[in-house]
């Protein structure tokens, strides 16, 4: 009887955090990321080019750092599992919640990805990222990088107490929105699985889809073991 208890409490406190008001935060954060980024993607093929690649770029900082404006106090509005894994591994970040805040992102990009479907059809390959002629190692290190260089950003702008403040947003979307220009055309500059896995599982596009998943995830974790050594362990953030 008191093991039925304990499972049924246990059970409780797991769908609590699904839907604590961090994760729903998640949920939305990221589905207005995809719709917009993707819905640009898709609606310049629609609209023969007229957004162009700058303008979509653009559009993905912007809707970046608007989301971390609007929700960044009550989630940290992370909107990436390799951004909440290297809050993870960095300890900044609780455990029980890992799982939680994933399943609410990659839900989140979903949502939208199929939404998008049903405005426009599968268009534009719904926004899905591919290496530029099948360069898989290509891609899989500029996506390291990229996600590296936005992991970094982060850290320092938005978790390093010493950082100006109310600035990491803007410091964060403009790195978004830069990195997507510079090398959205060779990889589609991804930087995070979940924005990648949406329009990948509405589409069926799945060509080389595991390196969207490893190379952002690497990359954030060696930005946190990057920062942490140039932060003496984080105790510099005082």
Same mark, same amino acid.
């Given at each position: 009887?008191?093991?039925?208890?304990?499972?049924? =409490?246990?059970?409780?406190?797991?769908?609590?955090?699904?839907?604590?008001?961090?994760? #729903?935060?998640?949920?939305?954060?990221?589905?207005?990321?995809?719709?917009?980024? /993707?819905?640009?993607?898709?609606?310049?093929?629609?609209?023969?080019?007229? #957004? /162009? +690649?700058? $303008? #979509? @770029?653009?559009? *993905?900082?912007?809707?970046?750092?608007?989301? %971390?404006?609007?929700? $960044? +106090?009550?989630?940290?509005?992370?909107?990436?599992?390799?951004?909440?894994?290297? *809050?993870?591994?960095?300890?900044?970040?609780?455990?029980?919640?890992?799982?939680?805040?994933?399943?609410?992102?990659?839900?989140?990009?979903?949502?939208? @990805?199929?939404?998008?479907?049903?405005?426009?059809?599968? #268009?534009?390959?719904?926004?899905? /990222?591919?290496?530029?002629?099948?360069?898989?190692?290509?891609?899989?290190?500029?996506?390291?990088?990229?996600?590296?260089?936005?992991?970094?950003? %982060?850290?320092? @702008?938005?978790?390093?107490?010493?950082?100006?403040?109310?600035?990491?947003?803007?410091?964060?979307?403009?790195?978004? $929105?830069?990195?997507?220009?510079?090398?959205?055309? %060779?990889?589609?500059? @991804?930087?995070?699985?979940?924005?990648?896995?949406?329009?990948?599982?509405?589409?069926? =596009?799945?060509? +080389? +889809?595991?390196?969207?998943?490893?190379?952002? =995830?690497?990359?954030?974790?060696?930005?946190? =073991?990057?920062?942490?050594? %140039?932060?003496? $362990?984080?105790?510099?953030?005082?």
């Amino acid at each position: 009887m008191a093991q039925m208890q304990n499972s049924q =409490i246990q059970q409780k406190r797991t769908t609590n955090r699904f839907l604590s008001a961090p994760a #729903i935060a998640e949920g939305i954060g990221t589905f207005v990321m995809v719709f917009a980024g /993707t819905g640009a993607v898709m609606v310049n093929e629609l609209a023969d080019g007229a #957004i /162009t +690649h700058l $303008g #979509i @770029s653009a559009i *993905f900082g912007a809707v970046v750092a608007a989301m %971390i404006y609007a929700v $960044g +106090h009550i989630s940290k509005a992370h909107f990436n599992p390799a951004v909440t894994l290297g *809050f993870w591994q960095s300890g900044f970040f609780k455990t029980q919640m890992v799982l939680p805040y994933i399943v609410a992102q990659v839900m989140g990009a979903i949502a939208a @990805s199929f939404l998008l479907m049903l405005c426009f059809g599968r #268009i534009a390959n719904m926004g899905a /990222t591919l290496p530029l002629n099948d360069q898989w190692l290509q891609a899989f290190i500029l996506e390291v990088v990229l996600t590296f260089v936005l992991m970094f950003v %982060i850290l320092g @702008s938005g978790l390093d107490r010493r950082a100006p403040i109310g600035f990491a947003g803007l410091a964060i979307g403009l790195t978004v $929105g830069l990195e997507a220009a510079c090398m959205g055309k %060779i990889t589609g500059a @991804s930087m995070n699985p979940a924005r990648s896995f949406a329009p990948a599982l509405v589409s069926g =596009i799945w060509q +080389h +889809h595991w390196l969207y998943w490893l190379a952002p =995830i690497l990359g954030a974790q060696l930005a946190v =073991i990057v920062y942490r050594h %140039i932060s003496n $362990g984080f105790r510099d953030f005082d």
